[in-house]
């Protein structure tokens, strides 16, 4: 004779039975769901008074390294931006061996508002100079974007060296709302011969197109300063800008095309830019 406990199971089998021959599905384990994706990682916040970083530039169709250098001792949220170009055959981190975190921490406890300076990679005059590699386009469409992801304001000056001036009075024509903008030795080109010789710009049209020389007035009405050595084998170029662009500070003074000379007036080029920057 069967048990109790044999009845009831019995019994429940057969009205399990019934249910799923009526159509009622059996109840089935819900399978876990994929792990939530965490959000992309942000850029890292400044907390160091220099930063190199890395960024993937459609622009340049490349990763480019991303300099950032803040005074020592300052918060570097909401701080205005000072572009820095660097000089042909170089890179963003050359600012770093003339010594300009240093000289950047001088000027501002010598009482000047504090501010940033950003230099990225760039190459071949900072113009469009190869197929798919455009720094002017970087600057202006993608510099902006990372410095404001790190909590920096929008570039709103620009100092370059040699090739990099030859960028900075390129980048002026376009942000014409910029402060200041400061060319140090520029690398500029009285004629296309001279032009040629250096084989970044593709034809005498692309290099008048893009050298400030002949788009003089097109820099008005942005602060310009020019720095070059009377030794440079550039002076006569700087002389000829000078003259037409008269300058809000115009200093030639001995030196050549050398960072001995760069270091020499790098602070006084950093003051030209912080004064207008507050």
């Known amino acids: 004779m069967p048990s109790e406990v044999s009845r009831r199971v019995a019994l429940a089998g057969l009205a399990l039975g019934a249910l799923t021959a009526c ?18 990682p942000g850029p890292a916040p400044l907390t160091d008074p220099v930063t190199v970083q890395r960024e993937h530039s459609a622009a340049r169709g490349r990763e480019v390294d991303l300099v950032l250098i803040v005074p020592e001792g300052v918060a570097a949220a909401g701080l205005p931006v000072c572009l820095a170009l660097h000089g042909r055959g170089a890179s963003a981190r050359w600012f770093l061996g003339l010594g300009l975190p240093a000289m950047l921490t001088e000027v501002v406890r010598s009482g000047l508002p504090p501010f940033a300076v950003v230099a990225p990679d760039g190459d071949h005059y900072w113009v469009d100079g190869k197929r798919g590699d455009d720094p002017q386009r970087m ?113 030639l003074s001995p030196g050549g095309h050398t960072d001995r000379y760069w270091k020499s007036v790098l602070p006084a080029i950093l003051r030209f830019a912080g004064e207008r920057l507050r």
């Open 23 to 40: 159509g009622e599905p059996e109840p089935q384990p819900s399978a876990p769901g994929p792990p939530a994706v965490p959000p992309p």
């Open 139 to 251: 600057l202006s469409e993608e510099v902006p974007r990372w410095v404001a992801g790190r909590g920096l304001r929008a570039p709103s000056a620009a100092l370059g060296i040699s090739m990099g001036a030859f960028g900075a009075l390129r980048y002026a024509r376009d942000h014409r709302d910029l402060r200041a903008v400061a060319a140090c030795s520029p690398a500029l080109f009285t004629s296309w011969g001279d032009a040629r010789s250096r084989n970044v710009f593709r034809d005498r049209q692309h290099w008048e197109s893009h050298e400030p020389l002949r788009h003089v007035d097109e820099l008005r009405p942005v602060p310009v300063g020019v720095w070059c050595g009377t030794a440079d084998p550039f002076v006569s170029a700087a002389r000829r800008f000078v003259q037409a662009a008269q300058p809000a500070v115009a200093e």
